[in-house]
Structure formats: C-alpha cells, structure tokens
C-alpha cells in the first residue's frame, strides 16, 4: 500500500469512525465521499475494496460497496 492509498484508508476510516453511531451509517460515509472527495479517489478506494479492502474498518468498506451499488444501480 503506498503513502498515498494510506492516506484516503484512513481518512475513509475516519469518516466511518464519525458516524458509526447512526443506523444507516455505510450510507452516510458513502454519501460523505460522493459530496467531498474527487472522483479518482473514490475509484482508488473502490479498486482496494474490490482487492480485499485492506485495513478498512467495517463501516467504511461497506460505505465503499454503496458507492459501487449507487452506481451499477444508475
């Protein structure tokens, strides 16, 4: 893992962290990153995902499976 997709990992993390107390939280972080974060990191972020998805905490991976599920589904 380079310094770069570490970096997006923890800060998807982060943002899992954060709103771990809602229901709907993967929702929410996926939400968080189509607003906030620049399509190619979101592809990046995808691509480790779909390769195993690495140090990503729960929350966050799933978060990261909705973007992929929003997408297919549009």
Known sequence: MDAELRHLVTMANDIARNLAAYD???????????????????????AHADSGGDELVETALLGVRQLTEKTAAS
Do not use: I, N, T
């Open 24 to 46: 709907d939280a993967p929702v929410r972080v996926a939400d968080h990153m189509r607003r906030f974060w620049a399509p190619a990191m979101r592809q990046r972020l995808v």
